[in-house]
């Protein structure tokens, strides 16, 4: 395999700095950036070596790059309405790690999760978005089994839902291959009130 793991930041290393980068973002204060034509040009002529991938949510409240504080380049991000794969979000996953060689995965769930409610609250799903709750009613079914409801019961899905799809992630032979490699994958939940990132 092509991987270039050894080149990279360490597992530990990246998860250290999206925690760091966090910090500054509930602190407001912000890294220097460099987002002008000098580092565009940059990441064209050496290529990109982000050295996280994030699997995210697509809710506008949550950009990655943003709440992680990092810039371009920095961060390989896939986002899915409620943090879910298919197998092209997969591809998508193991191009970051196997291609790019990033040795951390992070899947980022967060708090009120729209994409959660719609499947909690059941009834039809139209068109394309019954493929997003399809594979959020198994955590339902999960969190609703031990009595939950209501807002406990989004929040716990919310949580799960990051495991399940942590678990299908892992059923990957490249990422499984990965893992024997020095790749780390953890479970995290943003919180759109206090700007945090929980590790679960």
């Known amino acids: ?34 987002l002008g034509s000098a580092r565009r040009i940059d ?14 949510c697509s809710d506008s409240r949550v950009p990655v790059e943003l709440l992680f504080d990092q810039g371009m380049g920095d961060i390989f991000v896939v986002r899915v ?20 060689g990033a040795n951390l995965l992070m899947v980022l769930g967060h708090s009120n999760c729209g994409a959660v409610k719609a499947t909690v609250d059941g009834g039809e799903a139209p068109g394309s978005i019954a493929a997003i709750v399809k594979k959020i009613q198994p955590s339902v079914a999960k969190m609703a089994a031990n009595g939950l409801s209501g807002a406990e019961l989004c929040s716990r899905v919310e949580e799960e839902n990051v495991f399940t799809t942590i678990r299908e992630i892992k059923a990957s032979p490249i990422v499984h291959h990965l893992m024997e490699h020095g790749l780390k994958i953890v479970a995290a939940k943003y919180m759109l009130d206090s700007g945090e990132v929980i590790l679960m």
């Open 1 to 34: 395999m092509s991987h270039s793991h050894a080149a990279g930041r360490s597992a530990e290393e990246a998860l250290q700095a999206l925690m760091e980068g966090n910090q500054r973002f509930r602190n407001g204060k912000f890294k220097e950036r460099d």
């Open 43 to 56: 990441l064209v002529e050496n290529g990109q070596k982000p050295f996280a991938v994030v699997l995210a």
């Open 81 to 100: 309405a409620g943090n879910v794969v298919d197998p092209v979000a997969l591809g998508s996953i193991e191009y970051g790690l196997e291609h790019l």
